[in-house]
């Protein structure tokens, strides 16, 4: 297995000893940090928090983990969020972003919810909503691109098939810079290297109107032209894949 190319960074499934129930958009996280956050954080996180703790909280009980986290000492600067996918199929999940209302985030009630019993499942597959590395929207970024990401991923694949899971599906996008500064997704290309194969690209409908997120839609566009890719494609949503059976 390729080795991180930071020391002392260890990957585990997360546990409800410590529930990462926010994002690394302000910086790593701990256990004395994660209540805490900048004034100029316009988010109404204390809300979010409220519903996102017995949320994961649930999840974990039921399915054993719902992320990976990548540790520095007791700080968390990487995750990987997933769900079994009949999770993600009901009522009320949204997106399920834990930094967004519905329909990008979870109803505030979704965590009261009737969660399946992993043996009732009849399509065993994961869906990765989320891998972040760092803090993404930060001018120093010290853990993107040292190998965490892909190291988590593997630590899904493990955890996932010594849980009887049998495929991972994960979203994507064409790989260009401002996919990894903003969304919380990868380029296909970081898949395809661990065994990813893509199944479904269809228009992604947060994308395709310009009047929500025109600094974004502008830029991805740009980075599109800058490498000869049509720049329709960039706004496309690219399902990969692994079966592990």
């Not at 129930?21 to 910086?27: F, S, V």
């Not at 999940?93 to 992993?118: I, T, V």
């Not at 996932?160 to 997704?185: H, Q, R, V």
Request: charge should be negative; charged fraction near 25%; aromatic fraction near 8%.
């Amino acid at each position: 297995m390729e080795s991180l190319l930071i020391e002392d960074v260890v990957v585990e499934p997360m546990t409800e000893e410590f529930i990462v129930w926010r994002c690394l958009h302000d910086g790593p996280l701990t256990r004395d940090t994660i209540d805490q956050w900048p004034s100029s954080n316009k988010l109404p996180l204390e809300r979010f928090r409220d519903r996102n703790v017995p949320l994961l909280v649930k999840l974990t009980r039921i399915y054993g983990s719902c992320a990976i986290l990548a540790h520095a000492g007791d700080r968390v600067v990487g995750f990987l969020r997933f769900y079994p996918k009949a999770v993600c199929d009901m009522k009320g999940a949204g997106g399920p972003c834990l930094q967004q209302d519905p329909p990008a985030g979870p109803a505030e009630d979704f965590a009261d919810s009737d969660f399946p019993n992993p043996a009732d499942i009849e399509d065993k597959t994961l869906v990765v909503h989320c891998l972040m590395t760092g803090s993404p929207q930060q001018k120093e970024n010290p853990y993107q691109r040292k190998g965490i990401g892909k190291h988590m991923v593997r630590a899904l694949i493990e955890w996932a098939k010594s849980n009887s899971w049998e495929g991972i599906e994960a979203n994507s996008f064409e790989d260009l810079p401002i996919i990894y500064e903003i969304t919380g997704s990868a380029g296909h290309t970081f898949w395809e290297k661990l065994g990813f194969r893509l199944v479904d690209r269809h228009p992604y409908p947060e994308l395709q109107d310009r009047n929500k997120f025109p600094e974004f839609i502008m830029t991805l566009e740009e980075q599109a032209n800058s490498i000869g890719l049509p720049p329709e494609t960039a706004r496309d949503r690219l399902v990969m894949r692994l079966d592990m059976t």
